[in-house]
């Protein structure tokens, strides 16, 4: 079938997209690997967005947000692009299900979380590693656990695990976390949070669950071993483009380049949201890009 426009990716930019596109009177599909909501769908707490309901949790958020897509007229298919022809006037998109063809493509699949590439990283994901905030944080009550990051989205769930843990420590690399000053403010006032700057987690051990951890320091490379069995670890060190299948568009650093009109490269092709490079990566600035994709493919 040929669609007018085809959007990979259903967080808040393709949503937003979609949206504004079936509003122009286009026939409009969006493609998502997984659930609606992308990233933003997994966190514990959505802040600074406007008009969020109170105690606005990104799986309430990436509920609404399908609710409104789907109330729309927007068509959301499962399934996982494998390969993309975007060259030519009608762009041809594979998936694990099969092919779909349109003639305008918005890309707005986001990012994937970037892991540490450490000892037992991957060995324990899952059984104390890697772990999700709003999905594993009760499992910890009462634990220790330990948050990698200090940038906002980081501190954000560090503050909402903190409710549950006996003890939490935030674990960043620089001289002091890199959050905005209500968050830092937050933090301070939380009593059972604890702050190990210029540091890294630089392992971590055991068998059924997290045993151990490795934290080097960044002053002086020493290396301290904490014996801490069945604690939570819950990484937030940023997120990588997932442009590994858009080998024909100019990237920078891994981002797709665009204009004010979120063009890409190649004619029919936008981007839209944390896939794109730019400066600020925000709910509010996913939708914005994924309203100016979709308007201006419409229009194209």
Not at 184 to 211: C, D, F, M, W
Not at 281 to 288: E, I, L, Y
């Amino acid at each position: 079938m040929l669609y007018d426009i085809l959007i990979i990716g259903a967080g808040p930019a393709g949503i937003s997209a979609g949206i504004y596109a079936v509003s122009r009177g286009k026939k409009t599909l969006i493609l998502e690997q997984s659930q609606v909501g992308g990233i933003i769908g997994k966190v514990s707490t959505v802040t600074h967005y406007t008009a969020l309901v109170p105690h606005e949790t990104g799986a309430t958020f990436a509920a609404r947000m399908k609710e409104q897509a789907l109330c729309a007229g927007v068509e959301i298919a499962y399934e996982k692009v494998t390969a993309v022809d975007l060259a030519g006037d009608i762009k041809t998109i594979s998936t694990d299900k099969g092919v779909h063809q349109a003639r305008r493509v918005i890309l707005a699949n986001g990012g994937t979380p970037r892991k540490l590439g450490i000892p037992g990283e991957d060995a324990l994901d899952g059984k104390g590693m890697g772990m999700n905030a709003a999905k594993d944080a009760a499992a910890y009550t009462g634990k220790s656990i330990y948050v990698v990051g200090g940038a906002d989205g980081a501190v954000k769930e560090a503050l909402y695990l903190a409710s549950f843990a006996k003890q939490l420590t935030i674990i960043h690399f620089e001289d002091q976390l890199g959050c905005i000053a209500e968050f830092r403010q937050k933090v301070a006032a939380t009593g059972n949070i604890t702050l190990r700057l210029a540091s890294r987690l630089h392992g971590v051990y055991g068998r059924e669950q997290v045993e151990r951890l490795e934290i080097a320091s960044e002053r002086d490379g020493s290396i301290e071993t904490i014996e801490d069995p069945g604690c939570g670890v819950f990484v937030y060190a940023g997120v990588l483009p997932n442009t590994d299948l858009y080998t024909g568009l100019a990237l920078q650093d891994g981002y797709i380049l665009t204009n004010d009109k979120m063009e890409a490269s190649l004619p029919g092709v936008y981007a839209a949201g944390d896939i794109r490079l730019k400066q600020v990566r925000q709910v509010s600035t996913a939708v914005a890009d994924g309203t100016i994709a979709a308007i201006n493919a419409a229009l194209s």
